[in-house]
């Protein structure tokens, strides 16, 4: 039987706590072996950055926990009870880029997500009342009437970060959350991720290529092609793996 060497996991604490776990995950496309052998554990109230250089597959293993890209192994998720169910998974993806013309309101966006409500109509206040409610998970509220074109790049985060809220998942996946916003967008929005796992008690598994963010994680998952280190950012960015491998990549962990 396989060792779980994956972020140090004692069988015996995931029946403490809710737990995605993923066991011997591979995706293959034709001949090509995007992913082999992937293994780890996610525990709610667990912030974990996915890093890897370009190529490395962290696109494939999201879509794979989506349920969108056929994979190997397995991905299981239970409740602290021990309960084994779907997960619900709230998902944002790198930051879309709208025109700045574009009259489509936050308002107009989020009803579209969360209703089959026609924009093009009146929306009525109860509606309304409910994007409030949403956007105020994450201190948005202000947002609602503005253009999704005019948002900054940390407030489209916080936009797409309520929209992946609702309804509450057990997990939360971001890819690239940092892309287009500037330090102090970057420290709010951190301050905001910590704020929900807490508040809801769900995990996040963030993908970044910008490693200043590692140390305000709580584990790192070094990826290429397989888990290649799993640990403590300390434990991660000291590896013999991460030098080796970013010595050759020039620093940078690219999108997968």
């Known amino acids: 039987m396989r060792s779980y060497k994956h972020i140090g996991v004692k069988p015996t604490e995931c029946e403490r706590s809710c ?3 993923v066991d ?4 293959r496309f ?6 082999k052998d992937v293994g780890f554990h996610l525990h709610c109230g667990e912030l974990i950055a996915l890093i890897g250089p370009n190529g490395a597959g962290k696109s494939s293993l999201i879509k794979a926990i989506l349920g969108q890209m056929p994979h190997t192994g397995t991905i299981r998720f239970h409740t602290a009870g021990g309960a084994r169910l779907k997960p619900r998974i709230g998902y944002v993806p790198q930051s879309p880029s709208f025109d700045k013309g574009d009259p489509v309101s936050v308002l107009d ?11 093009w109509l009146p929306i009525p206040k109860a509606l309304r009342e409910q994007v409030r409610a949403c956007l105020a998970r994450v201190h948005g509220e202000d947002l609602i009437d503005k253009r999704v074109g005019m948002l900054s790049g940390g407030e489209l985060q916080r936009v797409l970060l309520a929209m992946a809220l609702e309804p509450l998942p057990h997990i939360l996946i971001l890819d690239e959350p940092f892309s287009g916003v500037d330090v102090e967008g970057e420290r709010q929005l951190f301050a905001l991720l910590d704020e929900v796992r807490n508040s809801y008690d769900l995990s996040i598994l ?6 200043t963010t590692l140390s305000l994680m709580d584990k790192v998952l070094l990826l290429q092609k397989e888990l290649l280190k799993a640990g403590t950012p300390e434990e991660v960015t000291a590896s013999e ?7 050759v990549t020039g620093g940078n962990g ?3």
């Open 19 to 21: 737990c995605l776990r």
């Open 24 to 27: 011997h995950l591979g995706v």
């Open 30 to 35: 034709g001949n090509d072996e995007i992913l």
């Open 109 to 119: 966006l989020f009803v579209c997500s969360i209703s089959g409500y026609p924009v």
């Open 206 to 211: 963030l993908c970044t290529h910008d490693f």
């Open 241 to 247: 793996e991460f030098q080796k491998l970013f010595s």
């Open 254 to 256: 690219g999108a997968a």
